[in-house]
């Protein structure tokens, strides 16, 4: 069994300053990895993945990601953020043999302000 | 295109009433899930299915559940008999053939048992 584990519930941050959301995962065989963003009242949107390869990913909007397989963990970074990033963002995992279905943390809310 | 659509966007019903939730996925897209975001437990995925049929339903939290999808397109999920704990966002997501790992969600749709 997989589970995903995102340490913080809430993370408060000034604009323009970096961020960090934590995320890790257990599993006994390759996973997949992802990164999911929900704006207030929308769906979840995928903002980025590890399927394999080279192990920092990197969304359209200037987050970035690191699968890091000895300590399982793929936090979500940005370097300076802005009012609009805040939202809801899920970490999620599916395994590779066995299925798709994706098993999510709790989330963090990440609240930017002035 | 159209993305993933999701009727109705909220249903208020009073415990013990069956609901019908519609989703239609995205053109082309021969996976759907459906999932269930709710405050108590997060998101917790409930079925996957590929073309018409469901390899996985090992999400369905009880009997009072069940789901189909017909012409490989449009997919219901049945909620009999709701109870108040069945209060929650329904997503449904789609994926293309290939590429079930990465999911397309729509904008749930908010039940309300009373």
């Known amino acids: 069994a997989q589970s995903v584990t995102q340490l913080d519930s809430q993370v408060p941050v000034f604009e323009e300053a970096p961020v960090e959301l934590r995320c890790n995962y257990s599993s006994s065989v390759s996973v997949y990895l992802f990164w999911y963003v929900q704006y207030p009242n929308q769906g979840l949107q995928l903002l980025l993945k590890?399927?394999?390869?080279?192990?920092l990913v990197e969304s359209i909007n200037g987050f970035e990601a690191e699968f890091n397989k000895s300590q399982t963990s793929f936090h979500l970074r940005k370097p300076s953020v802005h009012i609009s990033d805040t939202a809801e963002y899920f970490c999620a995992v599916s395994q590779s043999n066995s299925g798709y279905a994706l098993n999510f943390g709790k989330g963090t809310s990440l609240l930017v302000t002035p | 295109g159209a993305g993933v659509s999701q009727s109705p966007s909220n249903k208020v019903t009073e415990k013990g009433k069956d609901v019908e939730l519609r989703c239609d996925p995205i053109s082309g897209h021969t996976a759907l899930y459906w999932y269930r975001q709710s405050l108590g437990q997060g998101l917790e995925f409930l079925i996957y299915f590929q073309g018409n049929s469901a390899p996985d339903k090992s999400g369905l939290p009880s009997d009072r559940f069940s789901a189909e999808r017909t012409g490989g397109s449009v997919s219901t999920l049945t909620i009999q008999r709701t109870q108040q704990e069945d209060s929650a966002v329904y997503l449904c997501?789609?994926?293309?053939?290939?590429?079930?790992?990465?999911?397309?969600f729509g904008a749930g749709t908010r039940l309300s048992v009373l």
């Open positions: 997501a789609s994926s293309l053939p290939g590429l079930e790992n990465i999911q397309y």
């Open positions: 590890y399927l394999s390869g080279s192990t």
